[in-house]
C-alpha cells in the first residue's frame, strides 16, 4: 500500500521562499510528482523525480530522496497566484496523491 | 489533441438513477486513471487501465462503480443507483506506460439530489 503525508495547510509572504515537504510509503517507486491545483480547477502538473536529488523549473525545484521516503517542493520568489493546494504523488503500480497542502501567499 | 477532456463537465441527477462520465486521454498515452475527489481533500484513485486492461481497481470502489475502455482509447465511468455521497469531481487522468507525470482532464463534477 502506500501512505502520503504532506502539511495541511502553510502561509508564506509574497516574494519568500517556502518549501512543501511530503514524506511516502510505498511498495513500489516509479516516480514522485508535484500537481499544484486552484480551487475549481484540475491538478496541473509541476514536476517529476525519479532518481536522488534537484529538479529545478523556474521558480519551482523538487527534490528526492528514495532512501529516505521524502521529497519537498521549493517555490520562490512567490506571487500572489502561487496560492493553492500542492499535491504530492507517488507512482508506484498506480499513481496515488497525498490530501494536499493549502499554501497561502499573503502581500 | 491538446489534452485529456471529460464530457459533461457538470451533471446533476436524481438520487438512485444511473451515470456514465466519459474520458478521451491523450492520444500516446497508454495508462488512463480515475480519481474521485471531494472538497479539501485529494484526488481518491479508484481505477487505471493500461491499453485496455483495467490493472488496479479501489477497495474502496463499490460494485455500484464500473470502468471501462474498450478499445484503449477512450474510457468510461459508470455509477449504477447514485447515493448522495457519491457528490464528487471525477477527474481522469492519463499518461505514459512508462515514465512522466499524469495529466489531468478537466473533470466531471457529479451532485446527486
Known amino acids: 500500500g502506500q501512505n502520503i503525508d504532506q502539511p495541511t495547510e502553510m502561509t508564506a509572504t509574497e516574494g519568500a521562499i517556502v518549501q512543501i515537504n511530503c514524506t511516502y510509503q510505498?511498495?513500489?517507486?516509479?516516480?514522485l510528482f508535484w500537481y499544484q491545483q486552484h480551487a475549481g480547477e484540475a491538478p496541473t502538473f509541476l514536476s517529476y523525480?525519479?532518481?536522488?536529488g534537484l529538479e529545478e523549473k523556474g521558480r519551482f525545484s523538487s527534490f528526492l530522496s528514495r532512501s529516505k521516503g521524502y521529497s519537498y517542493l521549493l517555490l520562490k520568489e512567490l506571487q500572489m497566484k502561487d496560492s493553492a493546494s500542492y499535491l504530492c504523488a507517488v507512482r508506484g503500480n498506480d499513481m496515488r496523491f497525498g490530501a494536499g497542502t493549502r499554501l497561502t501567499v499573503k502581500p | 489533441d491538446t489534452g485529456v477532456s471529460q464530457d459533461p463537465r457538470h451533471k446533476i441527477t436524481k438520487r438512485g438513477q444511473n451515470v456514465t462520465f466519459r474520458c478521451d486521454p491523450i492520444?500516446?498515452?497508454?495508462?488512463l486513471y480515475w480519481y474521485r475527489q471531494t472538497l479539501g481533500q485529494g484526488p481518491e484513485f479508484l481505477t487505471y487501465?493500461?491499453?485496455?486492461?483495467?490493472?488496479?481497481k479501489s477497495r474502496l470502489l463499490s460494485d455500484r462503480f464500473s470502468a471501462e475502455r474498450p478499445k484503449g482509447s477512450f474510457s468510461t465511468l459508470e455509477i449504477q443507483r447514485t447515493e448522495q455521497g457519491d457528490s464528487a469531481m471525477y477527474l481522469c487522468?492519463?499518461?505514459?506506460?512508462?515514465?512522466?507525470?499524469?495529466?489531468f482532464g478537466q473533470g466531471t463534477r457529479l451532485t446527486v439530489v
Open positions: 523525480n525519479v532518481l536522488d
Open positions: 487522468a492519463s499518461s505514459p506506460a512508462t515514465g512522466g507525470g499524469a495529466f
Open positions: 492520444s500516446e498515452h497508454n495508462r
Open positions: 510505498t511498495s513500489g517507486f516509479n516516480g
Open positions: 487501465f493500461q491499453n485496455e486492461a483495467q490493472l488496479e
